[in-house]
């Protein structure tokens, strides 16, 4: 567990009568106000060498002493083969194959990409855990972002969560489209009683927008490759939404089809969704990176077969 120790004094009187979490996420702005919450309940931030609630308002000539810890986390070294894109001391991007989980979960605690990161920073004797940003499904490919430090998680969950991020994907999916490029805007929410993702008015705002790239006739079904565009970053949220307006993406038996339904000799080895590119502000450098993972073999195969029937 590492420990680093910062020291403030009130003097200002804008700073008086703030509260004292807002202080503290003012000075260090790296980090997140939720962050110093957990410091403060924790008894890690102090004022005039006595511990506070979150709520306490500052006076003048306050003595706030602020000790962040970081927590080594409990995720065990695996030796997973990685396809890295980028790597430097912040951050690391990795192209996430498929049939893998991102991070530990339910009875799968080692073998994970979180797992796999980890080994190889110990490998390369970097004195840090990988800390998840953003995920991606289990049979979903692609480009996904993993911090390398607080300050980096913290950097980039902002940009996330104020959807600066810039989001592509590529999707095979049934049907074929009347419109060349569309917009969803349906709530996602968990089902009462039920792990499943759904539409539900109880949910939270959920945007995503599609261009239809390519068409596909196979025998009496047709499919559509789309380069879509999440605006939001919900749980699922591409697989429902695609699924909700009539266009499943092929593979996909929880939102689509109990079968993959297919035409031919097509057969769709897995959900046909993959994470093309990525582009967000480097949380050191300050300036706009774009990484491009191109789709697997098994996702080309698929397109090769589909268009050799068209």
Request: net charge positive; glycine share 4%.
């Amino acid at each position: 567990m590492e420990e680093k120790e910062f020291t403030f004094v009130v003097k200002e009187p804008s700073e008086v009568n703030l509260r004292i979490d807002k202080f503290i996420a003012a000075k260090l702005s790296q980090y997140s106000r939720s962050y110093f919450q957990h410091l403060i309940d924790s008894g890690n931030v102090l004022v005039n060498s006595n511990k506070v609630k979150r709520s306490y308002k500052l006076k003048i000539n306050d003595v706030v002493r602020v000790i962040l810890i970081e927590e080594k986390s409990i995720v065990e070294p695996t030796y997973i083969p990685l396809k890295i894109i980028y790597e430097d001391e912040q951050i690391i991007v990795v192209d996430k194959p498929a049939n893998l989980i991102t991070h530990p979960a339910g009875k799968n605690k080692t073998y994970t990409l979180l797992n796999g990161i980890a080994y190889h920073l110990r490998e390369h004797n970097f004195d840090s855990e990988p800390r998840l940003v953003h995920r991606l499904d289990k049979d979903t490919t692609g480009v996904l972002v993993v911090a390398k430090t607080e300050e980096a998680k913290n950097f980039l969950s902002r940009q996330f969560q104020k959807r600066n991020v810039k989001k592509k994907y590529l999707a095979i999916v049934y049907g074929k489209f009347t419109e060349k490029f569309g917009k969803i805007n349906a709530f996602i929410g968990k089902l009462p009683k039920s792990r499943k993702v759904w539409h539900t008015p109880l949910g939270k705002e959920a945007i995503t927008e599609y261009h239809v790239k390519q068409e596909f006739k196979c025998g009496d079904n047709y499919y559509s490759l789309l380069e879509i565009s999440p605006l939001t970053g919900r749980t699922h949220q591409i697989r429902v939404h695609l699924s909700l307006i009539g266009h499943p993406v092929c593979g996909d038996t929880e939102y689509g089809y109990s079968v993959a339904v297919n035409a031919k000799n097509v057969v769709f080895p897995r959900v046909m969704l993959h994470a093309w590119r990525l582009k967000f502000l480097h949380p050191q450098k300050k300036i706009w990176m774009e990484f491009v993972a191109e789709p697997p073999d098994d996702f080309n195969s698929v397109l090769s077969l589909l268009s050799s029937y068209t």
